[in-house]
């Protein structure tokens, strides 16, 4: 597990941020500490993202508004679709509907008809569900994207 452990924390610590106008988005971490809550609660207990979760959006943007009070939210939909381009999280299109090219954000109205849902690797799925292990990687993705940022402004 510790191997594991390792791999995955660098994984989700590389893991590519927007920049908007020389800003950084940190709107993918809040989504995975987002989950990583919800996990914990036993609110998601099932390897399966969905778009149109109400508690999974919920608390997206809780996590955003407190860990960036005075900015804008990303909408949801935005990092639920562009965290596709990390090695660890995949969306299950139906069909071969998905967009060409990733740099643009579809709409949510196209996301919701041709998304069936998201998933992460099955390995970090399963080491998400240890309570040490989720909140090691908790505590580093804040250490690294939230605190970095804070220090930055």
């Not at 594991?4 to 500490?33: D, M, V």
């Not at 993202?49 to 943007?61: E, H, M, P």
């Not at 804040?142 to 930055?152: N, R, V």
Request: hydrophobic residues 35%; aromatic residues 12%; positive net charge.
């Amino acid at each position: 597990m510790r191997l594991n452990l390792s791999y995955y924390r660098n994984e989700l610590l590389t893991t590519n941020r927007g920049n908007c106008k020389g800003k950084i988005s940190n709107a993918k971490p809040f989504l995975l500490l987002a989950l990583f809550d919800l996990i914990e609660n036993g609110l998601i207990t099932e390897n399966k993202l969905f778009l149109d979760s109400d508690v999974l959006k919920d608390k997206y943007q809780c996590k955003a508004k407190s860990f960036e009070r005075n900015s804008t939210i990303t909408p949801f939909h935005k990092p639920f679709f562009h965290l596709n381009s990390e090695p660890y999280y995949h969306i299950i299109w139906r069909g071969n509907s998905h967009p060409n090219g990733a740099s643009k954000t579809p709409s949510v109205k196209y996301l919701r008809e041709h998304v069936a849902y998201a998933t992460l690797d099955e390995a970090l799925w399963e080491l998400l569900q240890d309570e040490g292990a989720r909140n090691e990687i908790k505590g580093a993705i804040i250490d690294y994207f939230i605190k970095l940022i804070k220090e930055q402004k």
